[in-house]
């Protein structure tokens, strides 16, 4: 995984289309991510613990797993309690709408039956398409489907060599068979590592995409900008003019590690709440174990966050992030005529918020209890007895006499000399 940022200006027909093809996704703001594969036999990282050559780059130590071992986990791999549906199942329990799952990593192992390689996971003993699964359940159970793909491959030898545009008649081959072999494919969540649009070929690449699934959502990591930004285990900064999307991972690595350090439940809903604020979308991580299940640990703590999102979910689904900048007492979100105040830390007895261009006629506080709203030309003041604060977000929910989009609290703010 690594974080790159584009901010390129599209044609108003491109910015139109990518607009209709962002629609769901920004409607959708919380989706699953899974890095699984042989590696997590060993419980290390997956791709980076491989150690031995990584073309193309200058680290100055390499994975601590010998390559000769790393390369033939897959021999051993035999997930035999892999069940795809219970996977989704997961997800949508969790309030997820979307599913990205690595389809190949850095280390150059496939998780799908392509046809140009045999370093993949029909050549294990476990010998099923872990693909072909997950798009089976994905497409019956209404779970948009993803895959994240790693131009770069360690594995792969001619990758970075005289011979590399060989290995990129092989990526392009096997996003081809990605994209014609399972059925509708939402996402397209490449990881190039830093590499150039040149590396990668990437504008033939994306025309190929776009001819076979023109509905696609593409990032921005494979030297282009494509369609949305992604900031990795960090909420991305308040954006609204570009769509943007924070990687997170439930503990503390991609792959499962026995004992990782977990995020609580109100870290999770935190993150959930300041990336959905700041107008982003949520790719959730977790890391199955060896034997193809889900930790029970963290399937409980996906199911804690579903749960909140069942009872506050309006607050998030459909919003948009804002009007207020996010800020340490919390962030905002809004539909229509209404704010969302998920108010996260109470340092202050009254948050203070910048003046907006609408009145508010009525509050309530949506996870209960009533707030105290006072409304001027300087500030907005909302207090909330000790009594109904919630201890993990308590929503402030605030109607307007018009539309949020057009309140412009930085406006008012700026007209009124604040900083």
Known sequence: MACSSWAAEAPAADAQATAERMAWWREAKFGLFVHWGPVSLTGGEIG????????????????????????????KFNPT????????AIAKAAGMKYLVFTSKHHDGFSMFDSKLTDYKITNSPFKRDVVAELADACHEAGIRLGFYYSPPDWYHRDYRTENHDRYIKFLHGQIRELMTNYGRVDIMWFDGLGGSAKDWDSENLFKIIRRLQPHIIINNRAGLPGDHDTPEQRIGRFQTDRAWESCITICRQWAWKPDDQMKSFKECIHTLVRVVGGDGNLLFNVGPMPTGEIEPRQVARLKEMGAWLKKYGESIYGTRGGPFRTG????????????????LNWDEETIMLPPIEKKIVSSSVLTGGTADVKQSDQAIEISVAAADRDPVDTIVVLQLDGSVAEANPENRRRSQGAR
């Open 81 to 88: 309690e892999f069940d795809a549906k219970e996977w989704i």
């Open 48 to 75: 980076w613990s491989r150690g031995g050559e990584r073309r193309g780059r200058k680290d100055k130590h390499t994975g601590q797993t010998p390559v000769e071992i790393y390369d033939n986990l897959y021999k």
């Open 328 to 343: 340490p007492w919390g962030a905002s979100t809004y539909r229509g005529n209404t704010i969302y105040v998920h108010i």
